[in-house]
């Protein structure tokens, strides 16, 4: 049994709709900035891979220019085509990929791909403003440095490197350094081998102008589990520690069909005012006891997780969690019976976000609401 082929990734169909999410990502920039983007860093995890059959490969291809091809016969990817930028119609964008432990271990031969991506489009003889990357391979072939784009963590090391940081009291910059600590090791050649590469995705970091993770399992949002704070809370913490603030991109790809790109506060308002909020919702985690207790207070965690890291929360957010969570009374009286620990860890995190300057109550009574939810749930 297997889950998906390596082989055969990406996908046509995952070119396909990792095009479509290449434009987005482009519009969106766009949109904003009224130029094209030169230079992005992008997030790829294992199992979104496994999931999309290699949509965000292909959408990062697709933003350098290039395609795969495949064996018509089996459908496994034989190699790369670099389309003219007359094709494409726009200047190719610098590419950087932060891959996950995971992708490391299961795509070997899918980091080999990138990386033949990379050198083939760094060697052509592009004009500089339409090819960022060939100027940056000029300027290595110069000075003797690396064209290397594939980082990640050290062989058997896994995570963003900042998980075992997140809510407690650490600066910022701290945590910045945490992540690019971690970020410790290059990656590519024919078998996707790891070369140590101390301090090189600073480089790259400081370059990007935006940052685009995906999430793309219909299931899950940003403010479940810690591996999205981890990194893009580590991401934007390092680039705030470099003096660099690049666009925090969230493309939403549960249609894939119909991309997405958000800001990270847009897709956190989002999420908070559609499900963390939604009285629908609640009152789902209402007839889950303890458990769903816990549910509430992860929300409350990361949402302040991402806070301190980022520090593009908007404070009205906060606002909406304190009246749903704690101003209710129903629900005050459903944490402080089915699971006192959930609403002290509410309670405290939310506190801790008004002392870090992350939320500025529109209420006059926050401490007294604050207190007296510590002091039920102590009871």
């Known amino acids: ?51 999309t059959g290699g949509e965000e490969i292909a959408q990062g291809l697709a933003l350098m220019g290039c395609r795969p091809t495949w064996d018509q016969t089996t459908g496994r990817v034989t190699g790369i085509e670099v389309l003219p930028t007359a ?108 070369t140590p590469a101390p301090g090189a995705f600073e480089a790259r970091l400081v370059a990007a102008d935006l940052l685009v993770h995906c999430t793309e399992d219909p299931i899950r949002d940003l403010l479940e589990g810690s591996e999205d704070a981890a990194f893009v809370g580590g991401f934007a913490a390092a680039a705030f520690a470099l003096g660099h603030t690049p666009d925090l991109i969230i493309l939403d790809t549960t249609e894939p069909a119909r991309p997405r790109a958000r800001s990270l506060s847009v897709a956190l308002a989002r999420i908070v005012r559609a499900r963390a909020t939604n009285p629908k919702f609640i009152a789902g985690q209402l007839r889950h006891g303890p458990r769903g207790a816990a549910e509430l207070a992860e929300t409350v965690d990361r949402l302040v997780d991402f806070a301190e890291t980022t520090g593009v929360v908007p404070s009205h957010l906060f606002d909406l969690v304190y009246d749903a969570y ?54």
């Open 1 to 51: 049994m297997f889950a998906a082929d390596p082989r055969m990734l990406p996908t046509p169909t995952a070119a396909d709709l990792g095009r479509l999410a290449a434009d987005e990502v482009i519009r969106a920039y766009m949109q904003t900035h009224g130029e094209m983007p030169r230079a992005s860093v992008i997030d790829l995890w294992g199992s979104a891979t496994l999931r």
């Open 87 to 194: 094709t494409t119609g726009r200047p190719r964008v610098d590419v950087t990929w932060r891959v996950s432990g995971l992708f490391r271990d299961l795509f070997p031969a899918q980091i080999a791909l990138i990386d033949a991506a990379v050198r083939a489009v760094a060697a052509r003889e592009d004009p500089a403003d339409e090819n960022p990357l060939c100027a940056a391979w000029r300027e290595c072939s110069r000075t003797a440095g690396s064209i290397a784009r594939i980082f990640g963590t050290a062989p058997g090391a896994y995570g963003a490197g900042v998980e075992d940081l997140l809510g407690r009291d650490i600066d910022r910059q701290e945590l910045g350094r945490s992540y690019l600590a971690a970020v410790s090791h290059s990656y590519g050649g024919s078998e996707g081998t790891a």
């Open 326 to 379: 704690v101003a209710d009374d129903v629900v005050r009286t459903f944490l402080h019976r089915e699971n006192p620990a959930a609403a002290a860890a509410i309670a405290t995190r939310l506190d801790a976000a008004r002392g870090r300057g992350f939320w500025h109550p529109r209420r006059n009574d926050v401490d007294a609401g604050l207190a007296t939810f510590v002091n039920g749930a102590a009871s």
